[in-house]
C-alpha cells in the first residue's frame, strides 16, 4: 500500500493565482483531512470529509475549497492565492484510532 | 486559544541521556497521538492512547496517559541522533466540538535536538 500521497510536492504561486492540492489514499479509510502547518503555529485542521461527497469546515477553512468525489480523493483548492497561504499543507486520513499523514506539500505564494 | 499544551517547545540533550516531553490538555483526552516529524517532511504516527493510566512502548519511546486523562507523556530512554526531530501530540477534536471523527487537534510540537 501507498498509503497518502500527496501531490505535487513543491509548488510557487504568484498572488491571485490558483492551484488544486491532490491527496490520494489507498486504505479505503473513510474520514479524510487537510491540515496546514506554520512556524509557531502548529498543525491546523482545513477543511475536512467524513465520507465520499461530504466535507466540512476546520479551524482555518477560509480561502479554501475542498471536494470528495471519490472516497480515495481529496482534493484542496485555492481559488485566488495570497502570501499568508504560504504554508506546508499535509493530507491525512484516519481510521480505528490511527492517523496517517502525507508526506506535505510545501506551497510559496509570493 | 491553545487547547494543547506541550512542553518543553524545545529540548537540547545529550545523547545517551534520557528525557520527557509533556502533553497538557485543560479537557479530558478521549484519544492522545503522538508524531515523530524530521524537519521538512510528514509525520510518523509513534502510538495512540485512550485509556487513563495506559502505557504503550514501542523501541525506546514509551508514551502513558494519566489517570485523569488529561496528562500524557514521552518518555526517550538513551537518546540517539536518530531521535532528533518535531514531537507532536495531537488529541481527538470531537472532545472539543462534541462527537465524531471530526480530525485532530495539536499541540505546537517539541523540538528536540540530540548531541553527541
Known amino acids: 500500500n501507498a498509503g497518502v500521497t500527496q501531490t505535487p510536492k513543491f509548488r510557487v504561486l504568484k498572488t491571485g493565482q490558483s492551484m488544486t492540492l491532490l491527496c490520494a489514499q489507498d486504505?479505503?479509510?473513510?474520514?479524510m483531512y487537510w491540515y496546514r502547518q506554520d512556524p509557531g503555529m502548529g498543525l491546523r485542521l482545513i477543511h475536512y470529509?467524513?465520507?465520499?461527497?461530504?466535507?466540512a469546515k476546520g479551524e482555518v477553512p477560509d480561502g479554501y475549497n475542498v471536494s470528495r468525489l471519490k472516497k480515495q480523493n481529496f482534493l484542496l483548492g485555492l481559488e485566488s492565492a495570497a502570501p499568508s497561504q504560504t504554508s506546508v499543507y499535509f493530507c491525512a486520513s484516519h481510521r480505528r484510532g490511527r492517523c496517517y499523514f502525507g508526506p506535505g506539500t510545501r506551497l510559496t505564494v509570493t | 486559544s491553545q487547547e494543547l499544551e506541550q512542553s518543553p517547545q524545545s529540548l537540547i540533550v545529550q545523547e545517551g541521556k534520557n528525557l520527557t516531553i509533556n502533553c497538557t490538555s485543560s479537557?479530558?483526552?478521549?484519544?492522545l497521538y503522538w508524531y515523530k516529524q524530521k524537519y521538512g517532511e510528514g509525520l510518523i504516527f509513534l502510538m495512540m492512547?485512550?485509556?487513563?493510566?495506559e502505557e504503550k512502548s514501542h523501541e525506546k519511546i514509551t508514551a502513558k496517559l494519566d489517570e485523569k486523562k488529561q496528562q500524557s507523556s514521552l518518555h526517550i530512554t538513551a537518546s540517539q541522533p536518530s531521535h532528533a526531530g518535531i514531537y507532536l501530540c495531537g488529541a481527538d477534536i470531537a472532545m472539543y466540538s462534541g462527537g465524531g471523527a471530526d480530525g485532530l487537534t495539536f499541540g505546537k510540537g517539541t523540538h528536540l535536538i540530540i548531541q553527541p
Open positions: 479537557k479530558t483526552l478521549y484519544g
Open positions: 470529509s467524513v465520507g465520499e461527497g461530504t466535507t
Open positions: 486504505m479505503n479509510h473513510e474520514y
Open positions: 492512547l485512550q485509556k487513563g493510566g
